[in-house]
């Protein structure tokens, strides 16, 4: 009930492409969902994040779908630049972002 | 503003001894949460803390426990260190202890234990 599923496990993009990165949860009761980035020898740095009473948020080249009724969530990442190119995160909590529940993570590659 | 700093950066430890990590929060942030990365079981939630009460915990053993100081800051201690405790442990801050705040995490302590 506590799980967060994520794919693909890897994801390589063209520059100048789109990477879609998807997750879905069970849990109806989290409410507050994320996602992270995180650079080899870093931690994960939180890149934009949506609450389920709205259906897209937008950030830069940064873009969250959220479908509550199908319990899924994606990240849109618009003209994928080399520098993008890590592990992306989605995550998942209740009550705020105290106990986040974490899916597995995508390993994104961006070609020049 | 200095962000969340974790002591050590790296630790070896030989199997049976303890250890103890240490987690500074942003300034003003009360609420310090503990993950363990690895790669198989990837980010799994350990515990947080909120003005010096751990107020939820993840489902690891007793030999996992944490304590936060009136300063904010935090310390995890893993006792009887066992092959399969090796990971990146990091330390994340929020601002306050509840409602929808971001959860800003530290560089970790990557401890190996031998």
């Known amino acids: 009930q506590q799980q967060v599923k994520q794919s693909p496990q890897s994801l390589i993009v063209q520059k100048g492409g789109i990477s879609i990165i998807n997750c879905a949860y069970e849990?109806?009761?989290?409410?507050?969902f994320p996602w992270y980035q995180q650079f080899p020898g870093k931690g994960p740095a939180l890149l934009i994040a949506i609450r389920p009473d709205v259906s897209e948020k937008k950030e830069g080249r940064f873009t969250i779908s959220f479908n509550k009724s199908a319990k899924q969530f994606s990240l849109h990442i618009m003209d994928s630049q080399p520098g993008d190119s890590a592990t992306y995160f989605c995550a998942a909590s209740m009550d705020s972002a105290r106990q986040l529940t974490f899916g597995s993570g995508t390993q994104l590659t961006v070609l020049p | 503003k200095a962000g969340v700093t974790q002591t050590p950066r790296y630790l070896i430890k030989t199997r049976g001894q303890q250890v103890t990590l240490s987690c500074s929060p942003i300034?003003?942030?009360?609420?310090v949460s503990w993950y363990q990365q690895t790669p198989g079981q990837g980010l799994q939630f350990l515990f947080e803390?909120?003005?010096?009460?751990?107020?939820n915990k993840g489902n690891f053993p007793g030999r996992f426990s944490g304590r936060q100081f009136s300063n904010s800051r935090s310390e995890m201690n893993v006792s009887t260190l066992e092959l399969g405790d090796s990971a990146l442990y990091l330390c994340a801050s929020s601002l306050v202890g509840t409602g929808g705040t971001e959860a800003f995490f530290g560089q970790g302590t990557r401890l190996t234990v031998v």
């Open positions: 849990n109806t009761a989290f409410d507050y």
């Open positions: 803390y909120f003005s010096e009460t751990q107020r």
């Open positions: 300034s003003g942030h009360r609420s």
